[in-house]
């Protein structure tokens, strides 16, 4: 079977702002300052997993010149663009479908573009142990992560105790949403609970079968356009067909009704990096824990604060903690990491 | 006699960072958000005092064009660039030298380019009626504000119970520094200090009578460039010679060793805008006490905070209480007003 990867990258990154903005969010920035924004280093994980021909990206209309930008080596034609934000299964549709349409054998990987992942070869190790998996059964892998600590950020993995043969693929019993924080304290004292990484491995007629039936409304819209695959009418197939597809998630769509989903719980060091505070929690801090991104930063008497700025000159604090400064292209956010929720409502 | 006014234009404002820079000081800058600067207001507050001829603006060579800009219709003759910053005595010196090369008659008023007056008025009554004394006298006038506060960044002047005939015209005893808080306190209680606000006036015989009396060696290098006014050699002789002079303020070179000092107590709402704080104090605020100045300012749980940004397009502030929030062509403060003292140094 051939690998192919599948990197959704639509998301609009509103938590992040000023830094992310709906024209360019976050997943194309480099957030913590190492050189590379989060779908290259996401795409980086990846090289030896698969060829850059079977790299697929899922994104929005308006971030296609930014993917050709930053991804330079993935052939224009697995740049996929949705006409419309629809959630992850329309979009894991019809990137299952264009898979197809070119590889009627493939194994796929489904990952968010945005994620963060310390241990890249460990990551890799897992990655590979699902595709094997799944290149000789119709089950679907869905990644987990060994938490660390009662998040409420989080989705979780209930596993059973029964496994694949291989101990470390697991049977899932359940998927929970994010919990309060009670219910994510048991979650963590019971043992065998896991962090919804939001990563996907299948073979493409598992997922195909799985639409069909799930969601066959989507998989007729997806039949529809195939039909224009490759021709002179795609596009406008596309444009005028993906916006019919029900908003929804692969989560609900798929995950929670599939009967033969496994995990592999894993340690790797990840994070969605979905908050200001994850992402001070894994970029490099000083000794007064501040962690900063930008030319000329300079803190004094500040703790605990996660600053990233892109045009600013020169930066002065002074006796702040815990605070977000953040600054992009002339729009300056200052915010109390507690508070961090609201930043959603001060760009309306 | 004819009246004249020296602003003293020199400063660079370097507790304003980066609000106010080397290249584009305090004064030349609308702090209040009112649509003039200081030195627009400050000339303002001349207009039916004297003729625009009789203006004169002493400052650093390299604020010229500035001036030049923001009060179009002072003549250029008028606009005296200092060689090189030698604080206020030298200053007034060779402003007091020019007026008098034009006119030997004439009663002048000095002051600061950066102070706030809020009823001008008032402020132009007691301007008078010191120009009046002095064209009469050969005394000093300096202006003291009747202090609404034990204030220690102010120097004070201590009155006499004498007056000059006039009982608004009050005979000084002393001049006293920048007090701790308890002996500005006692000021405050004994009811005969007065702010010392640096607003002198004077006729030109009285000025450079104590300036040949008290710093001789200064009044020497204005006779040595004084020849050479009006002719192709002005700028060469100030350029050359100027700098000679000792860097000594008038008030230590003059006022303290004067015999005749007389002072008008007055309230006509002022300030030396010397601090962000007292910034703070002087703009107009909201509800929770913010004074803010720039495009696009939000803030959310915000108290007592002074913003003032210049380039910015949109600006989120959240959950600060008593923070300065100062931004100009890319540079960015943040810092507790308790600790504005420590701007100089960030700077560096």
Redesign the interface.
Known sequence: MENHVVIMAGGIGSRFW?MSTPEYPKQFIDVLGCGRSLIQMTAERFRPVCPVENIWVVTSAQYVDIVKTQLPDIPDSNILAEPAARNTAPCIAYATWKIQSRCKDANIVVTPSDALVMDVDEYRRVITKALEFTSASDSIVTIGIRPSRPETGYGYICCSSECAGDPEIVKVDTFREKPDVETAKNYLAAGNYLWNAGVFVWNARTIEAELREHVPAIASVMDEIATAFGGPMEKAALQRLFPMCEKISIDYAVMEHAKSVYTIPSEFGWSDLGSWGSLRQNAEKDEAGNASVGADI?M??CRGCVVH?S??????????SD?I?A?K????????LE?EQ?IKD??K
Chains 1, 2 share one sequence.
């Open positions: 000023p300079r004094y008497d700025t045009s600013l000159r020169k930066v002065v604090l002074e006796g702040l605070y400064i600054e292209n002339g729009a300056l956010l200052i915010c109390r508070d609201r001060f760009n």
